[in-house]
C-alpha cells in the first residue's frame, strides 16, 4: 500500500436539496412519508414543488454531504456521483468543488436533468423527505475512477445507490477496486426502504469480508435483522462486521469495533432547524476522528459534534467551522 | 377609479440569489465593492462563481422581494419580471407564486440565461452584491400587463431597471398606464451607481408628477441631490415629491409626506446575519402600512420589523410570519 491521498473516497447520489417549511397538515394532505425518503418520478416532483411554500436550494446528497463535512474538517476527500449538463448540476459540482472536494465525473448530456430532493421540514424540525433522482441513477460504471480509489483510506458508498441498476453495478465495480488495492470499504444503510429492496446483498458483501465498516440508524438496524428489538439487532450485527456504527437519533449514537463497544449521547443543540444531514454529517465526523486516530468514543463524539452543527440550520452541508466546534468539545 | 385588487404591482429585475461566505481578504482579492451591487457580465460571473465558497440558492430581486414581504403580510400583489426557460427561471418563478404572488410573464426562450446575483457575505453580515442580468434586463414592453396596474393600488419600480434599455422602455410604458388608470406610482432608487447613470430622467419624472413616493438611502438621497450633506439632502429632496421615505441602514428611517416629518429607530436584532434585502423587505413595511390606512410613524416601524426579520438569516425573503412580529409590536 502506498501513501493515501484521500481519507475518503464516497460514491453517492448527486442531489441538490430544494428545502421548504411546511405543516403537518401539509405532510398529510400530500400523502408524504413524514421523517423518511421516498423516491418520487418527475411528474410527481413537479406536482409536489407546486404544491410547496417558496425554497431555498442547497447542495445535497447524503454521500457529498459527507464528504463536505470531513473537507470542513481539512480531510482530504474525492466524491464521484453523476449530474446532468444543466443548472443544478453546475450548482452542485460548483458547492463540491468549492468546498475543496475533487470531483472530476463529467456531466451527463440530455434528460434527465440533475436529480433534486423536495425536502419539507416541519415545525418539529423533521424533515421528510421526497427525491427525484433524475442523471444521478446513471452514474456508470466508467465513472468510477479506479486510481482515486487507490489512493484513498476508506472507500464509502451510499447505500440509496443501490436502487438503480446502473449505479448498482458501479458500486460492485467499486468495491473490487477498493480491495484490490488494499484499501477499506464503508458503508451506509441510508435507509429502511434500501434494506428491505437489498438486504440480501447487502449481506452477502457483509460476509464476503467486504464491508469493513457500516453505517445505520436504528430503523435500518432493525430492518437488517428483520426484529423490532433495537439492541439485539444492533448486538447480533455488530457480530458480523468488523464496525458498526448506529445512530439513535436525539438519544446518542454507539459504536461496536471487533470487542471493543462506545457509546454517546447527542449533542445540546439550541434549537433544531432543520434535520436534514444529521446522519451524513454524523459520518463525517467519525471519519475524520478514524484518519485522526481518536478512540472509538471521541470518533462517535465528533459525529455528534458535526451532526448538531448541521441541524441547527437550513440545508445538510455545515455552514460553522467544524475543525473549532469540535477543538472547542474535545481539545 | 375600481375598487383594486393588488395593494402593489411591481416592476423588478428577475434574479436568483447565490449566496455565499466570505472574509474581507476575498473581497479584496476580488476587487470587489463591498457593501454595494455591481453588474457583471456572463464571463465575470463563471470566475467570480468558481473562486465563491459553496452557496446557497435563494430567489431574489429587489421588488420581488418586497412584494414576498407583502404577500407575507397578507396582501394582494402582482410582479412583472422575466425569467429565461430554464431551471433558475423554474425556481424563481416557483418561489414567486408559491409566495402567494401574482406571476404570469411568460419565459423567455434561448440565452441568455436566468439572472443571478452573487452575493458574498462577510463576517460583519455585510452583502456585496455581484449582477449578472441575463434575461432580466429584456423584459419586453409587451410583458407590461396594463390591466393589472389598473388593479392596484400602487406601482412599484425598481431603479435597477433603468440601466437596460428595453427594460427602461416597459418602465415608461408602466408609468404611463398607471397614471392613465389614476394609479399612484412609486420608485426605488436601487443603488448611487443607477442614479449616477439616470438622475435627469429620474427628476424629469419627479418634476412631471409621475412618482408619488420614492424609496432611497442616505447614499442615493446624496446622489440625487449631488451633497454630501444627508440632511439637507433629504429636506431638499422631500420638497420635491409628495412622499420621501429615506432609510438610513443602522441608524433607522425616516419620511416626508408633504408636511408632515416621521423618524424611527432600527429595530433590534439579535444578530445580523445577512443585510440582503434590508431595504427591500422595509419598502414591504412600508406599503403595509399605508395600504391598512396607519401613521406614517407606523409606516416606518412596519418597515423596520419587516427589515429586522429579513438580516437575521441568509436570503431577501422573509422566513417568518412578518404579520404576528408586526402584530406584537404594534398590535
Redesign the interface.
Known amino acids: 500500500m502506498t501513501a493515501t491521498k484521500f481519507a475518503v473516497v464516497a460514491i453517492g447520489n448527486a442531489i441538490v436539496d ?1 428545502i ?2 411546511a405543516d403537518d397538515a401539509f405532510i398529510e394532505t400530500q400523502s408524504l412519508n413524514k421523517g423518511g425518503m421516498t423516491l418520487i418520478d418527475a411528474d410527481r416532483a413537479q406536482s409536489l ?2 404544491a ?8 445535497g446528497g447524503s454521500a457529498a454531504n459527507t464528504l ?1 463535512g470531513l473537507a470542513n474538517l481539512r480531510h482530504g476527500t474525492a466524491f464521484i456521483g453523476q449530474v446532468a449538463d ?3 448540476g453546475e ?1 452542485f459540482a ?3 468543488r ?2 475543496g472536494i475533487d470531483f472530476t465525473v463529467a456531466a451527463r448530456e440530455g434528460e434527465p ?1 440533475t436529480g433534486r430532493c423536495l425536502i419539507l421540514v416541519t415545525p418539529d424540525g423533521q424533515r421528510t423527505m421526497n427525491t427525484f433522482l433524475g442523471a444521478a441513477q446513471y452514474l456508470p460504471e466508467s465513472a468510477v475512477d479506479k486510481d482515486k480509489i487507490g489512493a484513498a483510506e476508506w472507500l464509502y458508498l451510499e447505500g440509496y445507490l443501490w436502487n438503480a441498476p446502473e449505479s448498482r453495478a458501479a458500486m460492485t465495480g467499486a468495491i473490487a477496486a477498493a480491495k484490490a488495492a488494499g484499501r477499506k470499504v464503508a458503508l451506509t444503510l441510508s435507509d429502511a426502504f434500501v434494506v428491505h429492496g437489498h438486504r440480501d446483498e447487502f449481506f452477502e458483501l457483509i460476509d464476503a469480508g467486504s464491508i469493513d465498516l457500516l453505517f445505520a440508524n436504528d430503523t435500518e438496524v432493525r430492518a437488517m435483522m428483520e426484529t423490532e428489538d433495537t439492541e439485539a439487532a444492533v448486538t447480533a450485527l455488530a457480530a458480523r462486521i468488523p464496525t458498526l456504527v448506529c445512530t439513535h437519533g436525539a438519544a446518542g449514537a454507539e459504536a461496536h469495533h471487533n470487542e471493543e463497544h462506545a457509546r454517546v449521547p447527542a449533542e445540546p443543540v439550541a434549537a433544531v432547524v432543520d434535520t436534514t444531514g444529521a446522519g451524513d454529517l454524523f459520518a463525517a465526523g467519525v471519519f475524520a476522528g478514524l484518519a485522526e486516530g481518536r478512540s472509538l468514543a471521541d470518533c462517535l463524539t465528533m459525529g455528534a459534534v458535526c451532526a448538531a452543527e448541521v441541524i441547527s440550520h437550513y ?1 445538510a ?1 455545515p ?1 460553522k467551522d467544524l475543525r473549532a466546534l469540535v477543538k472547542a468539545r474535545l481539545g
Open positions: 430544494v421548504a417549511d414543488y407546486d410547496m411554500a417558496p425554497g431555498r436550494e442547497i447542495s463536505a444543466d443548472q443544478l450548482v460548483h458547492d463540491v468549492a468546498g436533468p440545508g452541508r455552514e
